[in-house]
Nanobody, 127 residues
Framework: QVQLLESGGGSVQAGGSLRLSCAAS????????VGWFRQAPGKEREAVAG????????YYADSVNGRFTISRDDVDNTLYLQMDSLKAEDTGMYYC????????????????????WGQGTQVTVSS
């Protein structure tokens, strides 16, 4: 059972940046999708970004495309989410997920397709 631990959340003003980290307790498959999700109060958990390492393919929600960057470091077994030009609507609890669909196909964004989840880290963006 892989354990995931997020960090890096906090409070920031609109236009600012944060870098989230997700440390895994062991090696994460490069064939299976890894991703970041977020959940705002009163809303469903939604996919933010996905990464298929072997193919070096990344996927982003339209709302964050061009502002967020997902990456991974296999030396440290760590997943990252660089978030720039933050907006108030980016506020929420952010979760990393691993052991997702192979090649991130057909869809990286379905929560049920991921087997490992972190506990979440809070991001608050003030306008």
């Amino acid at each position: 059972q892989v354990q995931l631990l997020e960090s890096g959340g906090g409070s920031v003003q609109a236009g600012g940046s944060l870098r989230l980290s997700c440390a895994a307790s062991e090696y994460i498959s490069r064939v299976r999708c890894v991703g970041w999700f977020r959940q705002a109060p009163g809303k469903e958990r939604e996919a933010v970004a996905g990464l298929y390492a072997v193919g070096n393919r990344t996927y982003y929600a339209d709302s964050v495309n061009g502002r967020f960057t997902i990456s991974r470091d296999d030396v440290d077994n760590t997943l990252y989410l660089q978030m720039d030009s933050l907006k108030a609507e980016d506020t929420g609890m952010y979760y990393c997920a691993a052991d997702g669909p192979i090649y991130c196909r057909p869809d990286y964004s379905k929560r049920a397709d991921y087997n490992y989840w972190g506990q979440g880290t809070q991001v608050t963006v003030s306008s």
